[in-house]
């Protein structure tokens, strides 16, 4: 019953199609330009709709939670970007310098929307301080993030100006406060056509992860990076994850916090966002950089969803049998 579960998201592997395109087919010149303006302006008008479908009311109401809410931003914002960090220096030398910064970007992202409130679902958390934990994550992510990337990146930005942080800033800040200024007006439109919204996360991903490839591709990306050298990724994202999801629910406990609460820091503290990373990357990085970059991200997204599904599941078979007794 479980096994689609750990294969590959169907998602996944479209992001992966994506990817051996845009190395095997990079455009290049005008048509690469065209495709980054298409690329700007989807990633603006996705971030409309956040800011549009994002309810104040349900980020003020959080404070009800507030030690949970605490503990989500804590890890998400502190202690995970603080692991990366330290992550970075021990490894530095052993991987390329671009995904080195990625490991620094992947620990700064807010927490998924969809993901970390389905799952909560699943582990029988607290659905609802999930949202709230999700909503108000990514609402603090677009303006930290950048800013906490400019920081613990320091002098290793690889190019990364503070000129690339403003325009991470204006493209994803101003169209989410114009949002949320025309909500009233926006939110019956998106909530009658939800299908159509909600490919617009995907369609921003895909844009976003070609034009970032498909600049690393010409700037020799793959010459630079070997197959030994991406089942070392893979193994070290697949240790961060385990270690996040050890010190996620470790924390819950630690916090005395109840069940359903742990489960929901659980999935909340430790996802981390493909629909924000993607595109922010796209625009925070040189092209040299982004496509390296992404790659702990796109393999750590897919990780997550397999590790969240067994585990999801193993917390309400748990929570289930403990009401049995």
Not at 173 to 182: D, E, H, S
Not at 290 to 297: D, E, N, R, T
């Amino acid at each position: 019953m479980l096994l689609h579960r750990f294969l590959p998201d169907r998602f996944i592997m479209i992001l992966v199609a994506t990817l051996v395109v845009a190395t095997l087919l990079p455009a290049t010149g005008g048509l690469l330009a065209a495709i980054g303006w298409v690329s700007n302006a989807a990633i603006f008008t996705l971030f409309f709709l956040h800011g549009a479908r994002l309810s104040p009311a349900a980020v003020v109401a959080g404070a009800r939670h507030w030690r949970l809410q605490l503990a989500i931003l804590g890890f998400g914002y502190a202690l995970f970007p603080l692991a990366m960090l330290a992550t970075r220096a021990v490894l530095d030398g052993r991987l390329p310098p671009e995904m080195l910064l990625g490991l620094i970007f992947l620990g700064v992202l807010p927490t998924t929307v969809q993901s970390s409130i389905a799952y909560a679902s699943i582990a029988r958390g607290n659905v609802a301080a999930s949202v709230i934990a999700s909503a108000a994550s990514n609402l603090i992510g677009v303006i930290a993030t950048p800013l906490l990337f400019a920081l613990l990146a320091g002098g290793a930005m690889g190019g990364v100006s503070l000129e690339a942080v403003g325009k991470v800033a204006t493209l994803l800040l101003v169209p989410f406060a114009l949002g949320q200024l025309l909500r009233a007006r926006v939110l019956p439109v998106v909530e009658r056509h939800k299908p159509a919204a909600g490919m617009m996360d995907k369609l921003t991903i895909v844009l976003a992860v070609y034009v970032a490839f498909a600049q690393a591709a010409t700037e020799g990306l793959w010459s630079r990076i070997s197959a030994v050298t991406l089942i070392e990724l893979a193994a070290l994202m697949a240790a961060v994850l385990i270690v996040a999801f050890a010190a996620a629910w470790g924390l819950g406990g630690a916090l005395g916090l109840a069940p359903a609460d742990r489960a929901t820091l659980l999935f909340a503290g430790s996802h981390k966002s493909l629909a924000t990373g993607a595109p922010m990357a796209r625009i925070l990085f040189p092209p040299a950089v982004a496509g390296a970059a992404i790659l702990p991200l796109l393999i750590y997204h897919q990780l997550q969803l397999m590790l969240s599904a067994w585990g999801a599941t193993r917390l309400a078979q748990d929570g289930a049998e403990d009401r049995q007794r």
